[in-house]
């Protein structure tokens, strides 16, 4: 998740009106949220919690572009007899970025600059999106794709399976960037936990970074489906 500020300023650069007359200036302050977005909208925390009851593994694909909104996440299940799926759609709440100083009131203006953002980023994703209700939590709000038949979770886990992701020697070190795509996948089954991750990741790159490049494009896959899918995953 990269900086609010950031945002806000490409947000509102066309609005010279705007800039002529704005009276504020803000410094900021964007920390790491405490804990993985999708885990904070109600996911399972794959890493310190384990697998669902009766699941045998769980595979999740994480976008995060540069420094447009909103950032995705797809996560799928395999029961053995069964497979499901869901798709998470997060961005910045209003008080992700802190204000550390400025003008007074720059927060306020701040507050309300964050809330017009929030509201195009949910007027963008009702052209191409149908969501369920939004989730609100501290410095972060996302929603689930609501989808009304399968989108092809199954075919997805078999396309993890065709790439070799699962059998991968030990993952590098994360590599994310200021720019491009970040793209990450975890992993958990018997064997255990494990996570890859590259900042716009080349398919034609070295062991892992291709797998992760290949399975970056799963993301949009549910999404972009012409048939209209429910989530198979009910809501936290």
């Known amino acids: 998740m990269r900086t609010n500020a950031a945002l806000l300023s490409l947000l509102l650069a066309g609005a010279a009106a705007h800039a002529q007359t704005r009276p504020f200036t803000c410094s900021f302050s964007s920390p790491p949220l405490d804990r993985p977005a999708p885990v904070l909208l109600g996911w399972p925390d794959l890493e310190h919690e384990g697998l669902p009851a009766?699941?045998?593994?769980?595979?999740?694909?994480?976008?995060d572009?540069?420094?447009?909104?909103?950032?995705?996440?797809?996560?799928?299940?395999?029961?053995?007899?069964?497979?499901?799926?869901?798709?998470?759609?997060?961005?910045p709440?209003?008080?992700?970025?802190?204000?550390?100083?400025?003008?007074?009131?720059?927060a306020e203006t701040h507050a309300a600059e964050a809330r017009q953002l929030i509201q195009s980023v949910q007027q963008s994703l009702d052209t191409y999106l149908h969501c369920g209700p939004v989730l609100v939590r501290p410095r972060i709000?996302?929603?689930?794709?609501?989808?009304?038949?399968?989108?092809?979770?199954?075919?997805?886990?078999?396309?993890?399976?065709s790439l070799g992701i699962w059998t991968l020697a030990a993952p590098v070190p994360a590599r994310v960037g200021l720019d491009g795509v970040d793209v990450s996948v975890e992993l958990r089954d018997q064997a255990g936990y494990r996570q890859y991750g590259y900042n716009s990741p080349n398919p034609d790159g070295g062991s892992g970074e291709r797998e992760v490049a290949a399975l970056g494009t799963l993301v949009d896959s549910p999404q972009g489906s012409t048939c209209p899918v429910q989530s198979a995953v009910a809501a936290a």
């Not at 009766?54 to 976008?63: D, G, L, M, P, T």
């Open 141 to 161: 709000e996302g929603c689930r794709v609501a989808f009304t038949a399968d989108p092809g979770w199954a075919a997805m886990l078999r396309r993890s399976d």
């Open 54 to 63: 009766a699941a045998k593994r769980e595979i999740r694909v994480h976008q």
């Open 65 to 91: 572009v540069a420094i447009t909104v909103p950032d995705y996440s797809l996560r799928i299940v395999d029961y053995g007899r069964r497979v499901t799926g869901e798709v998470l759609v997060y961005w």
């Open 93 to 106: 709440g209003v008080d992700y970025d802190r204000v550390t100083g400025g003008d007074p009131g720059c």
